[in-house]
């Protein structure tokens, strides 16, 4: 009896203290406010009207948290990937080449669902995005990226093998011609 007294209480210590930190959503709420109300990047540009009222979690692993935060028109959004550590937000940031930018990512779809973006977080970030009209300027991509603890850096190989079966199963499914769907 004492024996399994002191497994359920092991249990409950190592269960607790491996699950994740609660997200305090006043703070989360404040932090987009004020990090992206007046935003300009070389992508973007947001207005503080442009803000949900609510920012809501669509994603999280470990200390990365994917929030769904701002209206960009009829069927458009943006997600933002945030390093939540020590009770504390920062945005996450990408490395392309030498450059780096902000993980801030469109989501959406529209054109009849010729194009669309999305995003997930899973223990990797992977972005997906096409465009499908039968034209030249068509394309279809994933990129997947690596956290290194302090940027996320593009995977190419896994970004092949991803873009493939990605791209594979939008083509089957819009049964459009397009370069897109040549691989």
Same mark, same amino acid.
Request: some cysteine.
């Given at each position: 009896?004492? !024996?399994?007294?002191?497994?359920? +209480?092991?249990?409950?210590?190592?269960? !607790?203290?491996?699950?994740?930190?609660?997200?305090?959503?006043?703070?989360?709420?404040?932090?987009?406010?004020?990090?992206?109300?007046?935003? $300009?990047?070389?992508?973007? +540009?947001?207005?503080?009207?442009? #803000?949900?009222?609510?920012?809501?979690?669509?994603?999280?692993?470990?200390?990365?948290?994917? =929030?769904?935060?701002?209206?960009?028109?009829?069927?458009? &959004?943006?997600?933002?990937?945030?390093? *939540?550590?020590?009770?504390?937000?920062?945005?996450?940031?990408?490395? &392309?080449?030498?450059? *780096?930018?902000?993980?801030?990512? #469109? =989501?959406?779809?529209?054109?009849?669902? $010729?194009?669309s973006y999305n995003v997930k977080?899973?223990?990797?970030?992977?972005?997906?995005?096409?465009?499908? *009209?039968?034209?030249?300027? &068509?394309? /279809?991509?994933?990129?997947?990226?690596?956290?290194?603890?302090?940027?996320?850096?593009?995977? &190419?190989?896994?970004?092949?093998?991803?873009?493939?079966?990605? /791209? $594979?199963?939008?083509?089957?499914?819009?049964?459009?011609?397009?370069?897109?769907?040549? !691989?």
């Open positions: 009896m004492v !024996f399994t007294r002191l497994l359920f +209480i092991l249990f409950l210590f190592f269960g !607790f203290s491996m699950s994740q930190p609660e997200i305090d959503e006043n703070k989360l709420k404040e932090f987009i406010k004020k990090s992206f109300s007046n935003y $300009r990047s070389s992508e973007f +540009i947001i207005r503080s009207d442009n #803000l949900f009222e609510k920012p809501f979690i669509v994603g999280r692993s470990k200390n990365l948290i994917l =929030v769904h935060f701002a209206s960009m028109g009829a069927t458009t &959004d943006l997600t933002v990937l945030l390093i *939540y550590k020590d009770n504390n937000f920062q945005v996450a940031k990408i490395k &392309d080449g030498d450059k *780096y930018k902000d993980a801030i990512f #469109l =989501v959406g779809t529209g054109g009849a669902g $010729r194009y977080l899973e223990e990797k970030l992977k972005v997906y995005e096409y465009s499908i *009209y039968g034209k030249k300027e &068509d394309y /279809c991509r994933a990129k997947v990226y690596d956290f290194d603890g302090k940027f996320f850096v593009i995977n &190419d190989q896994e970004s092949m093998i991803e873009s493939k079966n990605y /791209c $594979r199963k939008v083509c089957k499914e819009l049964e459009i011609k397009s370069k897109a769907c040549t !691989f």
